[in-house]
């Protein structure tokens, strides 16, 4: 009962991770002004995938690395920081590309603007979580 509590909390971490992530870049202004040339539809759109592909895939990466790091595979700190790394990686290359994703005009161009970025920003948390929680010596 003790790790399925573990497990839980981690995954409820790493949903809230993201949702703090993603408000506090919005707030500073971190992240990109995706255009909305259909409105309320692309609103709904990037609202859905946000919830349906990026909450729990963070959700799923701090299960992850909680069973992995309770269980003795992974290193907890090393991991959590990895992902924040992966994270900070993801926000640049999302500046670096700011002036291309805000003069997009349609609002099939926009979205799936929205949705590589967001699919990038889940990739690298993964990918920092999994190489900075490695255990050292291991193969």
Do not use: C
């Amino acid at each position: 009962m003790k790790r399925w509590g573990l497990r839980i909390f981690s995954g409820l971490m790493g949903a809230l991770f993201s949702l703090a992530t993603a408000a506090l870049a919005r707030g500073l202004h971190l992240t990109p002004a995706f255009p909305a040339p259909a409105g309320e539809d692309d609103f709904s759109f990037r609202f859905t995938f946000f919830g349906l592909a990026v909450l729990p895939s963070f959700a799923a990466l701090g299960v992850w690395i909680g069973w992995a790091a309770f269980s003795g595979r992974y290193r907890l700190t090393p991991a959590v920081v990895g992902t924040v790394l992966g994270t900070g990686v993801a926000f640049a290359a999302q500046r670096f590309f700011a002036t291309t994703i805000e003069a997009m005009r349609t609002s099939r161009a926009s979205n799936t603007a929205f949705v590589v970025v967001f699919v990038a920003w889940i990739a690298l948390a993964g990918l920092g979580a999994t190489l900075g929680g490695r255990q050292r010596g291991s193969s």
